[in-house]
């Protein structure tokens, strides 16, 4: 297999195993701010206890997250050094801005948060809970801008020729605020609210089967559903603000992901369909004129153009797989709206807890954001090709010189091994978590700590 093909499956393998961890962080450290804060005003130590059981998941994925995620950084140096040197004043500045305005704050407040149950004073504590959310939300903001700048580069010249050239910024908040960075982080952060609330919804619903933590999983269950609620309609605004950033910026991918072969001034949207590529035909359900509706063109007057449109060199490969990735995601996006305004529908009835079989569909729809994160992200991704920088430069010239397939494909061996390690730890870990459940006895040890000297925020 040719050594591209290789780095870019261990680059895509690396990331979608990280990708697991840092959405979930953002979702949970959401639902135990919202906790804390119900804590705080009601005094019901029920609260307490769920933000305490939540805190000890979100530690779990936290830890992970980081550990999968340093891998990446070596990656473009071994693999990557021509895209590396290209991006590396962009992506310098934004994960050194990650570094320092977001990771610093995170993990800085994440021992209090941690441990400092029984140490500090509620308010204190729960500060400290905000300000790891805060960290991890803006952890994804330098991310999603460095990745943005790649689909929709702004605020850069480039300096030197050939193999020496690269990107320098000449507008730095130009380079941030790039034509489609606010609106995929927008869908990333609405992405990650949703895998923590229906991680916890799955918690819930998996006890209230089991009728364990009855009261306390019914509370948690009603908190997590409003905010999967939300944000599962607000997630099908933001995916609709996308799609008009991609098909303004980048047409063929817009192609890709609706199978468009020919130019249209009616182009509909498929419902769901197949992509015989030889052929170039797409056959499915379709939804006639709604793709111009949707991204604001004229029917009859305005073009969307097809793949043919493009040149073969600068239009996606791989159809199908992108057209099935983007529908499943938008798919999942939709049950992800009827789940909860059905469950809300029973809740309004008064008869949520007496539906098993909805809980034991809320059980296993953990897996759901998370399909839909993993691919949203490679239809985005592959929908990019051939560039690896949006028109600037290709996935193809950006691969480092002197490493060779035969060392790319052991690393991915050895990266294999030791994630399936770490992500069958994570299980197990979890499991325990889980089947040990919230622990009655913490808000009694938290209730009659003693008092500390040390300062007057500690009691």
């Known amino acids: 297999m040719e050594v591209e093909i290789l780095a870019r499956l261990q680059f895509a393998f690396t990331v979608a195993f990280h990708y697991i961890y840092p959405p979930l962080s953002i979702g949970l450290g959401l639902l135990m701010v919202i906790f804390e804060a119900l804590f ?101 903001v330098w991310i999603v801008v460095a990745n943005s700048w790649q689909q929709t580069p702004a605020g850069f010249h480039v300096v030197g020729e050939g193999i020496n050239a690269r990107a320098e910024i000449t507008d730095f908040w130009a380079m941030v605020f790039n034509p489609s960075s ?117 029917i009859g007057q305005d073009t969307i153009h097809g793949l043919n449109h493009f040149p073969a060199d600068q239009r996606p490969e791989r159809i199908n797989a992108i057209f099935q990735f983007y529908h499943i995601m938008v798919g999942i996006g939709f049950s992800l709206i009827g789940l909860t305004l059905l469950a809300l529908f029973f809740w309004w009835r008064g008869k949520l807890f007496e539906q098993k079989w909805l809980l034991r569909i809320f059980v296993f729809s953990v897996l759901l954001p998370q399909i839909a994160n993993q691919f949203g992200w490679f239809s985005a991704e592959m929908g990019r090709q051939p560039w690896v920088v949006y028109g600037l430069l290709r996935t193809s010239n950006a691969l480092s010189e002197a490493v060779t397939a035969e060392q790319v494909l052991f690393s991915i061996i050895l990266f294999f091994v030791v994630y399936a390690f770490l992500f069958l730890l994570f299980l197990y870990l979890l499991n325990r978590k889980i089947q040990h459940g919230p622990d009655e006895a913490e808000k009694v040890e938290y209730s009659d700590a003693p008092k500390r000297t040390i300062s007057g925020i500690i009691k």
């Not at 206890?49 to 000890?56: D, E, K, V």
């Not at 050194?96 to 948060?113: D, N």
């Not at 992405?191 to 009855?214: E, P, Q, R, T």
């Open 40 to 140: 705080l005003r009601t005094r019901n130590p029920q609260y307490e206890q769920l933000a305490r059981f939540y805190t000890r998941i979100f530690g779990l994925t936290f830890g992970i997250g980081v550990a999968t995620g340093i891998v990446m950084e070596f990656e473009f140096g071994t693999n990557w050094a021509v895209y590396s040197r290209y991006v590396g004043d962009v992506f310098g500045s934004a994960l050194a801005a990650e570094g320092i305005f977001a990771f610093a704050m995170e993990s800085g407040f994440l021992g209090l948060l941690l441990f400092g149950w029984n140490r500090v004073k509620p308010w204190v504590h729960f500060l400290a809970t905000v300000m790891v959310l805060i960290g991890s939300m803006f952890s994804a």
């Open 182 to 298: 606010v609106d995929r982080l927008w869908h990333v952060w609405n992405g990650s609210f949703l895998a923590g609330a229906f991680l916890v919804l799955s918690i819930s619903a998996f006890y209230l089967i089991k009728n364990k933590h009855v009261a306390l999983s019914r509370k948690a269950f009603k908190i997590a559903l409003v905010v999967a609620t939300f944000f599962s309609l607000l997630q099908a605004f933001s995916g609709h603000s996308s799609a008009n950033v991609v098909a303004e910026y980048q047409p063929a991918k817009l192609a890709a992901l609706e199978g468009q072969y020919e130019d249209s001034d009616d182009a509909g949207i498929m419902i769901l369909g197949w992509v015989d590529e030889e052929a170039q035909k797409t056959t499915g359900i379709e939804i006639p004129s709604l793709l111009h509706l949707m991204t604001n063109k004229e």
